[in-house]
C-alpha cells in the first residue's frame, strides 16, 4: 500500500470509522474473519468504543467517513469494571471533543469507576480468569491509559495518577516489562499475586499486548505521575522488540508463531504520545521508534484500510491472525500523531 502517512490516515480512517456500516443496530465491531465481514459484541463489550472513536478522530482530521454514528452506552445493569473506560473514553469523551454529545456517557463512566476504586488505587474486574479461585479482585494493566485519563478529566488529576501508578509500579518487572494482572485483596488494595493471564503464552511470560498496554498507560497517565515507569518500560521494549517490525504475540514465547501488529500498533500510539512529552533526546528516540512501528504496520494492511495479523487470543485460537478494530484504531491515531493532525 502506499506509504505516505497522509495517503494512509485516510485509507485507514475510511475502513475504522466506517466499520459500523451495515452492522445490526446496537452491535459494534470487534474482530473480522478471513472475508473481511466484522464479528461483533454488544454496548458492553470492551472494544464497542473503538469505531466511535475512529469516527472522532475523522472529524478532528476533516476527513469524510461512511456509516451511522455509533454510540454505544455501557448498560445500567452490568458490574463496571477497568474494561469499560475504553468506551467511556474512545466513544464518550474523544465523541464529545469532536462536537458531539459524548462528554455525558464519559462523566458517567467516570464516576462509576472511581466508585470501583480499590484502596491504593487498583480497578479491577468482576470475572475472575480462569486459573484462580472465586472470591478476589483481579486488576489488569490492560486499560489503564484510558482509565487513567478518564478518571483525571472527569473526577480529578491525582485520581488517574493514584490509579496509572498502582497499576504500573504493581505489575512492573525489575527489568521494566510489565505482567499482565494482579489477583487484588479488595479489603486493602494490596497485590497477592502478579502473573499473566489466559491470553499470554506462559503466567511469568512477557505478552506483548500487556507491554503496549501498559505503555499507553504511561504515556496517557496525568504527567509526571509515571515517568519512571514509563521509561523503564519504553527502554525494555526498544531493546527487546524486533526492530521495523510487528512484535511477537507474547515475547516469550518460541520463534516463529504469530505477530500481534494491534500490540504495535497500541505501542506506536504511546511512543508518539511520549515523544511530545519528553525532552530531547529521548523524545527523538521516542518518535523514531513509533515512526518505525508504523511504516512496519503498513505493511500489514490492505488496499481497504484493514490492518491485519493481529492476535487476540493465541492460547484460545480466537482471531489469532486477524484484523482487530484495536489494532485499526491505534494506527490511525499513531498516523494522527506522526501527521500532527492531532495534538
Not at 476533516?62 to 467511556?88: C, E, K, N, Q
Amino acid at each position: 500500500m502506499a506509504r505516505d502517512l497522509d495517503e494512509a490516515l485516510v485509507l485507514l480512517l475510511g475502513r475504522c470509522a466506517g466499520a459500523g456500516d451495515g452492522l445490526p443496530e446496537g452491535r459494534y465491531p470487534v474482530w473480522a474473519d478471513d472475508r473481511g465481514r466484522w464479528q461483533t459484541g454488544g454496548p458492553d463489550h470492551w472494544a464497542a468504543g473503538f469505531a466511535t472513536g475512529a469516527q472522532a478522530l475523522a472529524e478532528v482530521c476533516g476527513v469524510p467517513v461512511r456509516g451511522p454514528a455509533l454510540r454505544p452506552v455501557v448498560p445500567d445493569d452490568v458490574d463496571v469494571s477497568s474494561f469499560h473506560a475504553y468506551t467511556g473514553w474512545y466513544a464518550g469523551h474523544l465523541d464529545a471533543r469532536a462536537g458531539e454529545s459524548g462528554r455525558g456517557e464519559a462523566a458517567r463512566i467516570a464516576a462509576r469507576l472511581e466508585a470501583a476504586l480499590l484502596p491504593g488505587g487498583a480497578l479491577a474486574v468482576t470475572e475472575h480468569d480462569l486459573r484462580g479461585p472465586a472470591g478476589h479482585a483481579v486488576a489488569y494493566v490492560d486499560a489503564v491509559g484510558p482509565a487513567a485519563a478518564l478518571l483525571a478529566a472527569y473526577v480529578g488529576p491525582e485520581v488517574g495518577a493514584r490509579h496509572a501508578r498502582w497499576t504500573l509500579t504493581t505489575l512492573q518487572r525489575s527489568d521494566g516489562s510489565i505482567l499482565q494482572a494482579a489477583r487484588v485483596d479488595p479489603a486493602t488494595g494490596k497485590a497477592r499475586e502478579v502473573y499473566t493471564a489466559t491470553q499470554g503464552f506462559a503466567l511469568t511470560s512477557r505478552w506483548s499486548r500487556a507491554q503496549a498496554w501498559g505503555l499507553l498507560g504511561a504515556a496517557m497517565a496525568p504527567p509526571g505521575s509515571v515517568v519512571s515507569q514509563g521509561k523503564a518500560l519504553a527502554d525494555w521494549w526498544v531493546a527487546h522488540a524486533p526492530p521495523r517490525a510487528a512484535p511477537p504475540w507474547d515475547f516469550d514465547a518460541p520463534a516463529g508463531g504469530p505477530v500481534d501488529t494491534s500490540a504495535g500498533a497500541i505501542a506506536a500510539t504511546a511512543f508518539l504520545r511520549l515523544a511530545r512529552d519528553m525532552d530531547s533526546p529521548r523524545a527523538a528516540a521516542y518518535r523514531r521508534s513509533g515512526l518505525d512501528l508504523v511504516h512496519a504496520l503498513l505493511d500489514h494492511v490492505d488496499d481497504d484500510g484493514a490492518l491485519h495479523d493481529g492476535c487476540y487470543h493465541r492460547p484460545a485460537g480466537l482471531a489469532p491472525a486477524n484484523e482487530l478494530i484495536w489494532g485499526d484504531y491505534y494506527l490511525t491515531e499513531a498516523l494522527a500523531l506522526a501527521t500532527d493532525r492531532v495534538g
